[in-house]
């Protein structure tokens, strides 16, 4: 299922770059100057973490991999349960194909 994540109905020109979907945000108006070391390093860290947090990941005593979210779902759910290759392939899904960043890899 593909989902358009749209900008947030707000009239505040900060948050012009920012879209909300389903408890995920990206906000495309952060920048820093050439100079900024520190809100550069910042910055690469932030963009640069792991998909998954990998302490809150858990292995259940039927062998499916229980992964406990920072945030509630509006439900009160408070973990998800998956069997190992489904956990596998939305793992993957996370990874970028080859060439898509603009760089291109040639094997020899």
């Given amino acids: 299922m593909i989902r358009t994540i749209r900008p947030l109905d707000r009239a505040d020109p900060a948050l012009e770059r920012v879209a909300k979907v389903n408890g995920f945000s990206l ?4 920048s820093c100057e050439g100079h900024q070391k520190d809100k550069r390093e910042r910055l690469c860290r932030y963009i640069a973490r792991p998909a998954v947090a990998v302490p809150r990941l ?10 406990t979210l920072k945030t509630p779902y509006r439900d009160g759910t408070t973990q998800v349960a998956f069997e190992p290759v489904d956990f596998i392939v939305r793992l993957a899904a996370l990874v970028p194909k080859l060439g898509v960043s603009g760089s291109s890899a040639s094997s020899t």
């Fill in 27 to 30: 906000h495309a108006g952060v």
């Fill in 58 to 67: 858990s292995l259940s005593s039927t062998g499916k991999i229980i992964y």
